[in-house]
């Protein structure tokens, strides 16, 4: 019993250290390190079918030029393309997007208030029978604005090349 309880506290002791490790980490990232964080959160949103993620990473005056959508009609679309979208076989949300660290490039603007662009390129994948396979590549470019909340973005534009978009 004796054991069991040391074994536990030592449980405890390592998870304790992990947020402390973690939270030293984030506090002292860098501006870009954030956006990229951000981003990252996003995408994994995204592949996971969770909106939370994606609407947390846009400012409430968001705006999306090519298109003119602004948050509202974001969440829409992608709540439509969640519950609508399935792949034949296993039933599941047929795309993911991946975004290669070699085509991501920030830049973080002094002033107030502190403001910062991107530019991407986002792979969308689309299963079939269960092979992944490229459909769609995007290049974003986009403007954040540093909130209470962290890193926003607040206006995007996204060039498809004329491409087939996601249904």
Request: no cysteine; glycine share 6%; proline share 3%.
């Amino acid at each position: 019993m004796r054991a069991m309880k040391r074994a536990l506290l030592a449980l405890l002791a390592l998870v304790l250290v992990w947020f402390v490790v973690r939270a030293i980490v984030r506090a002292f990232a860098s501006d870009e390190t954030r956006i990229r964080w951000v981003v990252e959160d996003m995408a994994d949103g995204f592949n996971e079918t969770r909106m939370n993620p994606i609407m947390s990473g846009l400012a409430e005056d968001f705006l999306e030029d090519s298109w003119g959508a602004d948050k509202a009609l974001a969440r829409a679309g992608l709540a439509q393309m969640f519950f609508q979208s399935k792949e034949a076989v296993s039933n599941k949300f047929p795309y993911r997007v991946e975004i290669p660290e070699d085509e991501f490039r920030v830049q973080v603007h002094e002033g107030e208030p502190r403001t910062a662009e991107f530019d991407l390129v986002a792979q969308f994948e689309e299963s079939k029978a269960g092979e992944w396979s490229s459909r769609w590549k995007a290049k974003v470019h986009a403007q954040l604005v540093l909130a209470p909340g962290g890193w926003k973005i607040r206006r995007a534009r996204l060039d498809d090349g004329g491409g087939q978009r996601l249904r």
